[in-house]
């Protein structure tokens, strides 16, 4: 069974720093690549940041670029989501995607998402 769980949201003052993870299970994380998104009320789905299966190759939205960095371990299946600098507008539910291709087919997994709110 496919698990995609996220933690490390929570409340933060504008400027401090969260640092969110997702640890999967399932299938075989080292070969899909994984992404950050982000969902605030009333607004679409956005791609924060990404990183490639073997984590040599990241993209970030231009919003979070040198603020937040994506990391993976591939040997504990978990990816990462240093947030620094957070700012209000930060404020979202951020999920854990997963893509890959296993038996010829595209699979993507997405978790439940965290929370994380950037207020005074």
């Known amino acids: 069974q496919v698990q995609l769980v996220e933690s490390g949201g929570g409340l933060v003052q504008p400027g401090g720093s969260l640092r969110l993870s997702c640890a999967a299970s399932g299938f075989i994380f080292s070969s899909y690549v994984m992404s950050w998104y982000h969902q605030a009320p009333g607004k679409e789905r956005e791609l924060v940041a990404r990183?490639?299966?073997?984590?040599?190759?990241?993209n970030y939205a231009d919003s979070v670029k040198g603020r937040f960095t994506v990391s993976r371990d591939n040997v504990k299946s978990t990816v990462f989501l240093q947030m620094n600098g957070l700012k209000p507008e930060d404020t979202a539910v951020y999920l854990c995607?997963?893509?890959?291709?296993?038996?010829?087919?595209?699979?993507?997994?997405w978790g439940q998402g965290t929370q994380v709110t950037v207020s005074q």
């Open positions: 995607n997963a893509r890959g291709l296993e038996s010829g087919e595209l699979r993507d997994y």
């Open positions: 990183i490639s299966s073997a984590g040599s190759s990241t």
